[in-house]
């Protein structure tokens, strides 16, 4: 099967805001009059908010910086592949997509790992606990409850929908046959656990924190770490034109987005209090997100490239592609080596 990225206007899952120019010197480089830069409301690409927070997105010196909410990857990669956003926080499975379709945009800088989680209902876990392997605790629960097991994730081929194939995959469960997956919104996963309409969702932070908060009954079966140790999590995806045009405030960029990534790895509560504000959460869900084994904030994204690889190339096994990508074909590190050079105390 071949995935396809459909280039649509419509951003009917996104929400627009505007971040607010301070008055201060033009930096002495060329920039845009103005930026688009899109998110998914995760704390995995929290770096974003927490510059925003700080000011440090007026370093840019961009007159006008918009900034726009997604709900899922997949709508995320549309605008970007129909130029409606120019930079972006976006999930690696997004950052393969656009590298078998050939798009023109590249990742500058990494923004986690290992931030998914696989949260499930008391019933299931309780199987799961009893049962093993784990295809036949996937048989023992269709057996017990009636159906096959639903698990709730963002549609296929965003990252925390490949993580699930990945694990159900690895352990020898049909993810046609053995269980039944259900795409939706990141805003619907925390209602429709609760509602009992899932057995188990895939995602990352806040939305594991806020499942469990839902009921106490609820699970953390498995976290990514325990899957593919050091799974990229997202990056900082930039559109092919702007790296031609403005080199320098790409470099800016990224030395804001590493500084920041700084300051939420020493000061986790300023990490919070930024994730609580920007995703309109709870400042206890947020403290709680934080510290979560799904939270690992980091920039190298060069380290994370064997794993992406990995993760291509069960891609490519499935059939969703013909064959593995070049990873170094969708990085453009120039930049993070140049700011590292410069500011060595910087690195993860």
Not at 4 to 17: E, F, I, P, Q, T
Request: charged share 20%.
């Amino acid at each position: 099967m071949t995935l396809r990225v459909v280039v649509a206007a419509a951003l009917v899952s996104c929400v627009l805001h505007v971040v607010p120019a301070a008055a201060q010197p033009a930096p002495d480089f060329p920039r845009p009059e103005k930026l688009t830069i899109g998110y998914l409301p995760v704390i995995f690409h929290g770096q974003l908010f927490g510059a925003q927070e700080k000011g440090w997105l007026n370093e840019l010196g961009v007159p006008k910086i918009n900034l726009l909410r997604f709900t899922s990857g997949t709508p995320f990669l549309q605008a970007m592949a129909s130029g409606q956003v120019d930079i972006g926080y976006i999930g690696v499975g997004p950052v393969i997509i656009a590298g078998h379709q050939g798009l023109p945009v590249k990742s500058l800088a990494a923004t986690s790992k290992d931030t998914m989680g696989l949260v499930t209902s008391d019933t299931f876990a309780q199987i799961y606990a009893a049962n093993q392997p784990t295809s036949a605790a996937f048989a023992a629960f269709a057996k017990q409850v009636g159906r096959k097991p639903r698990i709730g994730t963002v549609p296929r081929g965003t990252t925390p929908d490949v993580f699930l194939r990945m694990w159900l995959a690895g352990r020898g469960v049909s993810a046609e046959n053995d269980v039944e997956i259900v795409p939706m919104g990141v805003d619907q996963l925390t209602p429709a656990m609760a509602a009992g309409r899932l057995d188990g969702a895939v995602y990352g932070e806040p939305q594991l924190t806020l499942i469990l908060r839902a009921d106490p009954k609820f699970k953390v079966l498995l976290y990514a770490k325990d899957l593919v140790p050091d799974l990229p999590g997202g990056t900082v995806m930039v559109q092919q034109r702007l790296i031609d045009q403005y080199p320098a405030m790409l470099e800016k960029l990224v030395e804001i987005h590493l500084r920041t990534n700084k300051l939420f790895n020493t000061d986790r509560e300023f990490f919070a209090r930024t994730v609580a504000k920007t995703l309109g959460i709870p400042l206890d869900v947020a403290q709680a997100s934080v510290r979560s084994p799904a939270a690992h904030m980091v920039t190298n994204l060069r380290a994370l490239a064997a794993t992406l690889a990995v993760y291509d190339a069960f891609e490519v096994k499935q059939g969703v592609w013909p064959k593995p990508l070049k990873i170094e074909e969708v990085f453009d590190l120039r930049f993070y080596d140049a700011v590292l050079k410069k500011h060595p105390e910087l690195a993860d």
